[in-house]
């Protein structure tokens, strides 16, 4: 199985400032054939489902503000809020979907310094 | 507009087999590159992808469930069915259904709101 970690496992930020979640991957999720990373992010608020906001790495979902933004490649990735909002408040996970099972990251709680 | 909803028992006696469905609409379970992926989530845990069906009734499951999981699908019935035996208080958590968007990635657009299963005797 791919294992997916994620640091930090909490995050405390103030409104307005930039938000950094990494997720490594124990090996890389980079499919040579098409040069696509298969990562994707989700935003989970408490009593919801996860939110899809992130694909192919780096994809932003329709209707995802354009504060939200994915990088990375192989191994190694990075989700980052630009400018905080009180609304991000939520835990965050990373997914692999580069083979099965497909594995998400432990989750990355983001608070409100 | 593409909606899924799970419904099913919200209690279970360890052994017991659990049954759950996922009604969906906006979208045919026969079409092409569709999947419906299965994950669940312990109380404050993470995500645990459990398995998904595919268009053509080809499937994948966790390894560690495999000899537990079954995922069927009734396609004029927009459903999909979960089960999953001889459960365990382990097994307590919120079970999700998904819809996957893209054919060969399986990243999940749109899901249930969920149903949280109790594993108690």
């Known amino acids: 199985d791919i294992v997916m970690t994620q640091s930090p496992d909490s995050l405390a930020v103030s409104l307005g400032e930039r938000a950094t979640i990494n997720c490594k991957s124990s090996?890389?999720?980079?499919?040579?054939?098409?040069?696509?990373?298969?990562l994707s992010w989700y935003q989970q608020k408490p009593g919801q489902p996860p939110k899809l906001l992130i694909y192919?790495?780096?994809t932003r979902e329709s209707g995802v503000p354009d504060r939200f933004s994915g990088s990375g490649s192989g191994t190694d990735f990075t989700l980052t809020i630009s400018s905080l909002q009180a609304e991000d408040v939520a835990v965050y996970f990373c997914?692999?979907?580069?083979?099965?099972?497909?594995?998400f990251g432990q989750g990355t709680k983001l608070e409100i310094k | 507009q593409i909606t899924l909803k799970e419904s099913g028992p919200t209690l279970v006696k360890p052994t017991q087999t659990l049954t759950l469905t996922c009604t969906v609409s906006?979208?045919?379970?026969?079409?092409?590159?569709?999947?419906v992926g299965w994950i669940r989530q312990p109380p404050g845990k993470a995500l645990e992808w459990l398995g998904i069906?595919?268009?053509?009734?080809?499937?994948r499951y966790r390894p560690s469930l495999k000899n537990r999981l079954t995922i069927t699908k009734e396609n004029s019935k927009n459903q999909v069915v979960l089960t999953m035996t001889n459960m365990d208080p382990v097994d307590t958590a919120t079970y999700y259904c998904?819809?996957?968007?893209?054919?060969?990635?399986?990243?999940?657009?749109?899901w249930g709101q969920g149903t949280l299963v109790t594993v108690s005797s």
């Open positions: 998904a819809h996957r968007r893209e054919d060969m990635a399986s990243y999940f657009d749109y």
């Open positions: 906006g979208f045919s379970l026969s079409a092409r590159g569709v999947g």
């Open positions: 069906i595919f268009w053509d009734d080809d499937d």
């Open positions: 090996q890389s999720i980079l499919y040579s054939s098409n040069k696509k990373n298969y």
């Open positions: 192919w790495a780096s």
């Open positions: 997914q692999q979907y580069y083979s099965t099972p497909y594995t």
